[in-house]
């Protein structure tokens, strides 16, 4: 059933991109259809493109994982648009520019920043694309029992041939669509999960007690090797061999093998988790165990503010609103259809705590969202909704990642290699695919949320500080942009990598590596300011930086 | 349509800037100004600045605020407003609350400075002088 709901999205994500271009007949239909889209259409498909994998089933995920904390992710990336809205939609629709790099390009008239701000295009998008195609193959590996890479392969495939078929024109319409499709697929089932849990079930979510005895015989699917200490003796089945009594000791569940433990036994302690419903998971802060829970809920809130207005794949949709006026409007009504989706997460990750808290143990805990139906409703009222769930998942999916393959894609034949066709532009979008599908096969033990919020700390560190001084100081130099998006991608990235490598425990450390947007983005501020202090911006600078925030209404304007 | 029209390759405004810069070389317009513009900029970017900056203070009282209001005072998970644990409610639902107004807020400030200066400088030879008035 799955299979087909999935097949539906896709199919219906190409009528409209086929509609949408028939609606258009010539040229000049093409080129001006922008200026007839309304804001609260292009709002639509803004929040269509940006509600991925990471907010369809990442956010549940991590609430059931860490905590109620966890509901801070949301919050910043509602947040963002706040910060949008004030500081560069208007603004940057009236440079004309699409992208980050065209920007820097038309504000500083420096081709090397442009192939720099490329090179930055690149690593946000790679950093996005991977979560959204592991959380596709996780979707796929839950409901049809296929290997995970088997999912993940099948994920490239799918985005390689709605790519193929045009699945992308009129990509306004198509996104809307998929805003509206992603509310429905979302706010149905969470509201038929609540009534449909009783209330017991309801009183427990809102009270929880931490999860120390299985209540009922419970089968565990390990995702990745875990180290289990377990304290007293306890049942458990090994792969479908006979109950066995282990003893008290430390014990290493390998990748793939299910444990199915009895019901009343204890539940074993997993190293550097926290198990669900206890008083730290229930603590409203993030990182609640490890000592600095206002130092982690801050650097998330930092990177998913100031980092929503980098994010490649968005700031092309804001082109599409008629002037600047237009995209002011679209980021405010985006923050209100954000704020609505954005309430239900919060059902899933309360509810997966209560019924589902054993995938904590399996480290399958992005799965919740999807696992829920059938753990409420086994017949086929529990597959419809499963379906729905799953079929919602993949549209968010396929929303983003088309949008970041295209922005990814364009960076690499408008900006980085000389001599652009179309052609080409289409053979490298394939060609990013298959890169992506190859660097998710890996990825599999890494959450969906927290990837892509260093995406979030990479932009927030790189193209935050470019367009905001870019913006509003008219002393900005192309040197000191320059210096400071190579300090900021540095420095971000660099941590982040240097956290997965080494994997560290949570902690001080692991905050500021995992998380660095807290210093991070001050320290790429600052350097932009100082490098650009040293030196003196050309003389048309002022003009430029002014002619941004001159509204269209006005006359003496050039176009 | 006529049988004889032309067909034309329609390509993103993006990849026709990229395709012209690569054949000229040279930057498509240097960024300039007429001089009673540059005044009226002046002004309009002093208005948007300072109502920006009112909202992200807003928005930083929020996100940097509230965590530390939960962090004070852990007592607030053992009260419950309607069953559910009141710092439960402070993050799922508070910030959304607070930030639609917010952003309707910022925006009917920022279009307000626009608006008025936009209708009345046709005819007005002070551009500034517009964008004060259009203040309320």
Redesign the interface.
Known sequence: MIGVAIVLVVLATLLIGARGVAAM???SD??VASRRISPTLNAAAVSGEYLSAASFLGVAGLVVKDG??A??YP??F??G???M???VA?PMRRT?A??VP?FAEARL?SPGLRKLSAVVVLVIATLYLVPQFKAAGLVLTVVSGTPYWVGVVVAGVAVSITLALGGMRAATYVQAFQFGLKLLLFVVPALWLVLTVGADTR?EA?SPVEFTRFERTTPVEFRLDTRLTITEPTPVSLSGAPVELLGQGSYAAVAGSTWTFAEGADVPDVAGAVPPGGEDW????LDPAGGH??LA??SV?VAT?LGTMGLPHIIVRF?TSADG?GA??T??IT??ML?GF??FP?VYGLLGAVLLPELYLAGGTDTVVVALPARVDGGWVGEVFTAMLGAGAFAAFLATSLGLLLALS?AIS??LL???T?RR?RSTTLGAAACVVVLALPAVNLDVGVLVTSAFAVAASTFCPLLVLGI?WPRLTARGAVVGVVVGLVSSAGSVAIDLLLGLSPGLASILLGQPALWSVPLAFLTMVVVSLRGRPPA?AT?????L?????????DR | ?TPRQRR????????R???VR?RTGI?VD?????P???E???G??RA??R??LA??AV?AV???GL??V??LF?GL?GVRFA???V??L????L??AV??P???W??RR??RV??P???A??GDRH?TAAVRTGRP
């Open positions: 007949r010539s040229t093409f080129l109620v904390g509901l801070w919050v910043g509602t947040a648009y706040i910060a809205l004030a500081l208007a004309g699409l992208t065209d008239g009183r809102l229930s603590r409203p802060l829970p206002l809920t801050w809130l503010v082109h006026r002011r409007r980021a405010a923050v209100a704020s954005y309430l919060a364009g408008h900006d000389p001599g652009t179309l532009l509003w048309w003009a430029a930086m002014l002619r925030h001159l509204d269209e209404s006005g006359p003496g304007r | 349509m034309v390759a329609v390509v993103s405004p993006q990849t800037l990229a395709m690569r930057r240097v960024p300039h100004l007429a009673t513009d540059v009226r900029a002046r309009v970017y948007q600045l109502r920006a909202a992200l928005l929020l996100i940097v965590p530390v939960l962090a852990p998970d069953g559910v644990p710092s439960w402070a993050v799922a639902v910030p959304y930030l639609v917010l952003a309707w910022q925006l920022a279009e626009e608006r200066s936009g209708r400088v046709r551009p």
